[in-house]
């Protein structure tokens, strides 16, 4: 019997697909649509392919996909469902560690490779309408590049647009992650072998017992940590609204007692007013003048 398909935005299925020796094409095929680079990738290794249980269960991992490429590069895909607002900065620091782990004691600067990061993003999060943009080191006013050894890639997949070209590859791969199931990845199948061959294997983990309970469970943690997460931004705001209210209430009652003031001040002596209203002798004085 043929099950659902499973979502191949949720990380662990994602992995299965574009971080498994078993399909290197479909991994190749997706950095050189992302990358586009002239010398094209022709071969990966793929590292971190263990699926280990505490990387399942805990809702505070990264499955991520790493790999060295044929253009001696450093890649490493992430792909994130909900919006925590820290990408930017998120993705330096992963970019910034890979770099640096390349280089041992001893090691010369020269050894260094170029390091690439794609963020393949479940929610609109740059200020443009484009779903693919690639970043590198330029200067300000010549926009000359420094070098090309450092990428960052975000692809935001609500930001695909219904008439982009599904000639252009990354516009298919993007259309395969939206929805698998859709009449336009059916015809994608027909004719790249790669989105066939990543289908494949989305259809054969979805039929597999083992794998979908695994999927549950990997699911299920992923939005237990967007719960955590939307109940500190809401407990963020509930609590910001509750100091706005009470520095509001705080403020009319100043002005409340400025307005009874100004009616005393020509009956009765400041430090009586001072003691009926709770205003300062230096804000009454201020008020008499």
Known sequence: MIKGLLDPKID??????????????????????????????????????????????DKFSRLDVKAKTSNN??????????????MIKRSLYYWSKLYEEQLGEGD??????????????????????????????????????????????????????ENNDEKDMLVAWTEFLKNPESEKVRKLEMSIEEIKEAKD??????????????????????????SALNKAKNEGIEEGMEKGMDKGR???????????????LDILDIETIAAKTGLSIDELKKLKN
């Open 12 to 57: 662990f299925v994602f992995k299965n697909i574009f971080g498994s020796n078993k399909h290197p094409k479909v991994l190749i095929s997706f950095l050189n649509a992302t990358l586009k680079q002239k010398d094209l990738i022709t071969s990966v290794e793929i590292q971190n392919t263990d699926l280990e249980k505490h990387f399942l269960d």
């Open 201 to 226: 294997e989305l259809v054969r983990i979805s039929n597999d017992d083992e794998q979908r309970m695994i999927y549950e469970m990997r699911s299920k943690i992923l939005r237990d940590k967007v």
């Open 73 to 86: 590069e450093t890649i490493n895909i992430e792909i994130q469902l909900k919006n925590e607002y820290n």
């Open 108 to 161: 010369n600067y020269s050894s260094l490779k170029r390091t690439v990061c794609i963020n393949i993003l479940n929610f609109k999060y740059l200020k443009n309408d484009r779903f693919h943009n690639g970043y590198r080191l330029k200067e300000l006013e010549t926009n000359e590049e420094l070098s090309d050894v450092l990428e960052i890639h975000f692809i935001e997949i609500p930001k695909l647009k």
């Open 250 to 264: 705080q403020e009319g009652e100043k002005l409340k007692a400025i307005e009874i003031a100004k009616s005393l």
